[in-house]
């Protein structure tokens, strides 16, 4: 055979090898698509209505659909209950891992789970981290009824201060704990709310002074508020000042010890910066893992949900699946030490 037969042979066989691999390339995208077309993805909320997790799950829902092939509906449902530990455990028992359920829990859990606590019945190193799009921060926001408008006010109050919290697991619970150890706040913790809107209505009425959680909840949730000068944030727990607060006093800042300082980053900081996770049953198919993964990222991005999320006064800095699994692998290496004396504090 001539050297031109034999090229175009070769040609017409790199074209074949070509069109091969593109089609390859397509059939699981079209396969997904036939998946979820017509299907419903159901957002798990382990907090009440009304709080910032499920504000945040609703904004995401409202856009996630257009960026998963075959469009699939989306629902929110709220599953309030353990600071959310009802929810991760059923979703993580029961759910199908079919790609058709995410839950919507607390990053605290990963703290439960490492301390031993009761009722987890998840190994959170199974999830299926789809990701979390807010890295957040935790303030202590206390009214103005309450007489209590500053740090030092609070230091100096000759009885506790009554802070409002959903249970272990759950910021609003941990949070006072690990300030009234490391710092020694005056706190008398009162229990068993079932989000943070039902602490801000406590604390209105006068129930409660405050309570501590989320930065990006506190503003957008109670802005109305804080604008009114109702409330005040009287101190904040983040690696460095928020830009929102530069004025506010870090709880790291005055540690006086560097357990004080491990535990309140232990116990606050990192498990805080990851609170709203958002997980797939362990066995999801990985396919459907990586697509809804990059569904939730490009979401995110997405120019109408941001203008909705601006809307709303929420905050985007997302943490993406992969860097999620490996923040929750790294907890698991804690010291120790430290994780011994978080056992006592958390409990």
């Known amino acids: 055979m001539s050297s031109p037969g034999r090229a175009t042979i070769a040609i017409a066989l790199l074209g074949a090898l070509g069109l091969l691999a593109a089609l390859a390339w397509t059939i699981p995208a079209h396969a997904q698509a036939r998946f979820f077309e017509g299907k419903t993805i ?31 509906a989306i629902i929110v449902e709220n599953m309030p209950g353990a600071a959310s530990l009802i929810a991760a455990n059923q979703v993580y028992r029961v759910a199908k891992p079919d790609g058709l359920t995410i839950v919507n829990f607390h990053g605290n859990q990963v703290i439960g789970q490492l301390l031993g606590r009761e009722g987890i019945d998840f190994d959170v190193r199974k999830f299926q981290w789809v990701g979390v799009p807010m890295r957040d921060s935790t303030v202590c926001a206390l009214t103005r009824a309450s007489g209590i408008t500053s740090l030092d006010q609070w230091m100096a109050a000759k009885t506790p201060v009554k802070l409002g919290g959903i249970g272990p697991g759950d910021t609003t619970h941990d949070v006072a704990r690990v300030l009234q150890t490391a710092l020694g706040l005056p706190i008398q913790l009162v229990r068993g709310y079932k989000g943070t809107a039902d602490i801000r209505l406590a604390a209105e009425a006068g129930e409660v002074a405050g309570g501590c959680w989320q930065w990006e909840s506190v503003k957008s949730t109670w802005r109305k508020a804080l604008e009114a000068g109702d409330i005040t944030i009287v101190l904040q727990i983040a690696s460095k000042p928020l830009p929102d607060l530069p004025n506010v006093p870090l709880a790291s800042k005055l540690a006086r010890t560097e357990e004080a300082r491990q535990l309140i980053n232990a116990g606050i900081i990192v498990p805080t910066a ?16 990586q697509l809804l993964r990059t569904a939730f990222r490009e979401t995110l991005r997405d120019s109408e949900f941001k203008a909705d999320a601006a809307r709303a006064k929420l905050d985007v800095d997302p943490i993406g699946g992969e860097e999620l699994e490996h923040l929750v692998q790294e907890l698991f290496k804690l010291d120790s030490a430290i994780v011994m004396k978080l056992k006592g504090v958390l409990r």
């Open 42 to 72: 159901r957002i798990i909320v382990g907090f009440s209505a009304g709080g910032g997790f499920d504000t945040y799950s609703r904004a995401i829902g409202r856009h996630l659909s257009r960026h998963i092939p075959g469009n699939p």
């Open 274 to 289: 990851m609170s709203r996770l958002y997980a797939l049953p362990p066995g999801t198919p990985a396919d459907r893992v």
